[in-house]
Structure formats: C-alpha cells, structure tokens
C-alpha cells in the first residue's frame, strides 16, 4: 500500500508500519497481525477487514462533559468547509495507509461539515466524495461502510425516523439519501443504521408503537432506495441500551433481530456489534455475538472496550486477550463475519495529545486481534474444547432426547420418562476446566 501525502504531512517522522515478529521491540511494527498469515483457511486480512473510525480518529477533540478540546488537529484550521475537509482527509489517508488499513467507515458529518442548508450540504457532499474517490484509487483502501449522523443535530432531540414531529423526519431521509449516494459512490461494501436517538426519555410522552412502526417504514425506504441506485452490499444495525437516550428501540442484539423479524427486514439487514454497547445491555460482547451468529445475522464488528469503573460509553481500544479470544472463538464457529469487517470504534483518551498515539493505540488493537484469533484456532483444533461442549449434550443425540429434538415427544411422554428414571445425576459442567483451557493457550 502506497502512503498518501497531501500538501502537508501531518505525522512527522512515521514511517509505514510493518510486520516484525514477536521478537520485535519496536512500538511503531506488528508483532502478530501478519496480513498475509493463514489461519484456519483464510489469511489475517481477510478474516479481519480493519478499518478506521473516521470520527474518532480525525474528529474526536478530548472534550468531555467536564472540559473542552485537548487535541488540537492541524487539518482543522483553514476557513472553508471544503478545505477544511479536504486537509483532514489528507491527514487521514497518510494515518490510513502508513497504519496499512485496508478498509475506513465515516458518519456523514464525519467527512465534511454540514450546515442547516439541505442542498448546500448535498453539494459539499459531493464535493468531498469526489475527493475521497481519488484517494481510494490511488492508495487501494476501501469503505467498509457509511451512514448518517441522526443524533448530534438538535433537530434530532427527540429522534430521528422516531421523531414525532413528520418533519425532523423528513429532514432525516434527505440526510440518509445523501449518505447513501455517497456510499454507493465510494464503492462501500455496507451501510450502517445507528439509532443513537431512536428511543425515548419518558414513556409518558411517547407512542413507542407507532415510533417503532415510524422505524420500519424509514428503514424499508431507505433500503428500497439504496437498492433501486445499484447498491448490493449489507444493510447493519447496530444495537445500544441507552445513552443518549433512557431506553433505545435497538437495545441489544435479541432485541433488534425480534425488530428486524417483525417488520420483514430480515433478509436485507445484519448486526454491527459493539463491545462497549453490550457491555452497557448487561451482556458481555460474547453473548451479542452468538445470539448475531445463532441468528445467521452476524455482520460487522465495532471494536472497542469499556471501563468496568465507569458506566458509560467509553470507547477505549481493545486490549482484554482472555476476552477477544473468547469472542473469536465464536466468530470462527459461525464462519466469520457477513459481509462487515472489524472497525476500530474507539478514541485514543483526552490526555493522549501525541500524534503517534493514535498509531499505538491502533497498533495495540490489531496485534491483540491476530494473536486471539491465532489463540481461538489453536483452542478449536488442539484442545478438547469442541467435544466438552458437545458432550454435554449427548442426552439429545439418540433415544428420547432425539425424539424430544425432532418434536416428535408429548409433555405426557416428558412425565412418563421422568418417572421411568427417577432423579437425574448431576452432571459437572466443568467451567474451570474449560477457562483453564482458554488461558493455556493465551
């Protein structure tokens, strides 16, 4: 991948970062993300499809509820909004192709800065996805997907497509539009739907029903669109309790993929997982991923982490070994992921004010993800993992716990065989045994 320099170079003294081995000292190479490395049939490039976070990495300034900016962007300071943009997709594309990311996501916000005009935005749109398109050509990196920004704007106080006022609403659809056009015009292999307001703050004023059924038909419209200009890839949802909002219609995965079954979406949509987000549902990031792949509905990942000590959304790299090769464990039994790849949602923190921390903080994340795959694969072929958990369901394999299976067993024959066989054994399910087997091969 050739490195992209616009006018200006904006991380000094970086050169590409490359693979050097576990050996290897250097802060600024890989020590096990080797793109090409096969593992269980499929290289490390291709099992992962990385991809930059567009907002967090080039937009995200430190402030927080209690303070302002502390990072301060040299591609955030000329007057216009195209060359505004235009510097910090400079900036980007040298972090992009010196990290060797294949794959970069946006907000539409993300790209250039939007005003309250709808048509002035549309052009500006265009402007910069023209630009975007040179880059793209002339570096080889990709989008894994795009979407809209449906929750900063105030106009979206009270939602988005759940909005009760039509036209916020229609506001929301022009915007989706045009994220949509752009998306198809950089060639992006899915599109992203994040309720991040699509929800409410109180019951007392809310039609949840007709809010939920607002939802649907926005969605179907704009997958109808999407599909009538030409576009092939995957529609994501990806799911969030709350915050900003008290509760949000996309709660967790169950809860989406029940949404996406009752309104007919299925066949079009799959999950975007994010660990942080299911952390905040009381779920661990495990359990999002296999109700995603038990479903046939795993799609993307967004990587990140949370702090056990804070109750938010802290959007920190991943860097938890036992729990990433726990969820690659389950992502190389459903086959991978559909479609999505694995974008790094996550920011480096408010007192990181280096530019190089942006490249550790990528670096740390890719390496902990190829060597937890490396650990996974090594679990399922050279461990007794697999047939422990198997074993535990032999009852079901032959005799009436077959016939149970295959429905073919009435309650009454459930009494009968229990009183056949009296009181059942207990039978250890031997999860310390089976940890142990995780952290043996960490």
Not at 185 to 193: K, S
Not at 224 to 247: M, V, W
Not at 346 to 356: E, H, L
Not at 376 to 392: Q, T
């Amino acid at each position: 991948m050739e490195i992209l320099l616009g006018n200006q170079t904006y991380f000094k003294n970086i050169g590409q970062v490359k693979y050097e081995g576990q050996d290897s000292d250097n802060p600024l190479a890989f020590r096990w993300y080797d793109a090409s490395r096969v593992v269980a049939g499929k290289t490390m490039a291709e099992h992962f499809k990385f991809a930059c976070a567009y907002w967090h990495s080039f937009n995200a300034n430190g402030a927080d509820p209690f303070g302002g900016p502390t990072l301060f962007f040299p591609w955030d300071k000329k007057t216009t909004i195209l060359e505004r943009a235009k510097d910090k997709m400079d900036a980007a594309f040298e972090f992009i192709t010196k990290m060797q990311l294949p794959y970069y996501c946006f907000h539409d916000v993300d790209l250039i800065d939007h005003t309250d005009n709808i048509e002035e935005n549309e052009r500006h749109m265009a402007q910069i996805v023209e630009y975007a398109t040179e880059k793209q050509q002339q570096s080889g990196v990709k989008l894994l997907w795009g979407t809209a920004n449906l929750f900063s704007h105030h106009r979206y106080m009270n939602g988005a497509a759940t909005n009760p006022d039509f036209h916020v609403l229609s506001h929301a659809g022009a915007q989706v539009k045009a994220a949509i056009d752009a998306t198809i015009a950089l060639d992006g292999e899915n599109y992203v739907f994040w309720g991040g307001r699509e929800g409410y703050m109180s019951l007392l004023n809310t039609n949840m029903k007709r809010e939920q059924e607002h939802l649907a038909r926005f969605l179907h419209m704009a997958k109808d669109y999407a599909r009538q200009q030409g576009f092939t890839g995957t529609f994501l949802i990806e799911p969030k309790p709350c915050e900003p909002t008290k509760h949000q219609y996309d709660y967790d995965a169950a809860t989406v993929i029940g949404f996406l079954r009752q309104f007919d979406l299925l066949a079009d949509f799959k999950l975007n997982l994010e660990v942080n987000h299911a952390t905040l549902a009381g779920h661990t990031f495990q359990h999002e991923l296999q109700v995603a792949a038990d479903a046939g509905l795993l799609g993307s990942i967004d990587a990140n982490r949370g702090d056990y000590q804070n109750g938010w959304d802290t959007d920190q790299f991943p860097n938890n070994l036992n729990e990433l090769a726990e969820a690659l464990l389950i992502i190389l039994e459903a086959g991978g992921l559909k479609g999505g790849g694995v974008n790094f949602d996550a920011k480096i923190r408010r007192n990181s004010t280096d530019p190089v921390d942006l490249f550790h903080a990528h670096i740390g994340g890719m390496d902990n993800f190829a060597r937890a795959l490396i650990i996974a694969d090594s679990i399922l072929e050279h461990s007794d993992y697999k047939k422990m958990r198997s074993e535990r369901y032999n009852s079901f394999n032959s005799g009436k716990g077959a016939e149970f299976e295959n429905g073919n067993l009435r309650l009454e024959d459930l009494r009968n065989y229990a009183v056949q066989h009296g009181e059942p054994a207990l039978i250890s399910g031997k999860q310390e045994y089976i940890e142990n087997i995780i952290n043996r091969f960490i």
